[in-house]
DNA sequence: CGATTGTGCAGCCAATCGGTTGCAAATATA
DNA sequence: TATATTTGCAACCGATTGGCTGCACAATCG
């Protein structure tokens, strides 16, 4: 079982999921009813996601309440980073471009 | 065939490859020297990557040099946004606490 | 108490994945 | 021209995936 965060947004309505319990707390029953899938589908991505710490539960009663382990999100960030500084090497380029022709034009 | 940039970047290896040909562009060849994999398991994971335009082709006589289409990354970049303006929001909520916190102590 | 509701888990299944080997085509070299 | 090199693609294979159904268990309701 592999089980990293870059496998567990893979899946589109894992993503989903995300995106839906990210600003509230949300019971499997009520996360489900926002997908055409079973509840047991729903629950095997809450598994999935809970396995590599992106989401965490809240009991209450019967009910459990999942919402995003957002500090874990920036784990993706994190790997872009490498590429921002590409980014910006690009940009500074166009840049000196740029530049270089608004100075030929005077 | 789903073939998106998340199922893309879900593959550890491929993650790697996208990281070795950021900065230079690579023949596949180059490429597989760097795993411990056949050369035609890495010609099918570039495969992938180009199905979703995350790699650029260059030819050169017999040699196909790949690499990163960088801007394509920044679709990723993109999808965390959503989650950036909660990272802003609870960082101004503990800021409040700590400012509260402060004011008591006064 | 019995019935209902909310949930997780096991087992099944077709589809996909990531790897392999074997080949063919094109280019470079002798 | 014959040979070697670089590459992509097809076929196969075991493992994994994501969905489903059926169940068990605990909490709530009548």
Redesign the interface.
């Known amino acids: 079982m592999r089980r990293?965060i870059?496998?567990a947004?893979?899946d589109?309505t894992r993503?989903a999921i995300i995106?839906l319990i990210?600003?509230q707390a949300m019971t499997p029953n009520a996360i489900a009813d926002n997908f055409q899938t079973t509840r047991q589908s729903v629950s095997k991505h809450l598994r999935i996601l809970t396995e590599c710490e992106l989401v965490k539960q809240e009991q209450h009663g019967r009910e459990i309440y999942y919402s995003l382990e957002?500090e874990k999100?920036?784990e993706?960030?994190k790997?872009?980073d490498?590429?921002?500084q590409?980014?910006k090497t690009?940009f500074n380029q166009l840049d000196n471009v740029l530049s270089t022709l608004k100075k030929q034009k005077k």
Chains 1, 2 share one sequence.
């Open positions: 990293d870059f496998q947004i893979a589109p993503r995106t990210a600003l957002i999100m920036k993706i960030d790997w872009l490498q590429f921002r590409i980014w690009k």
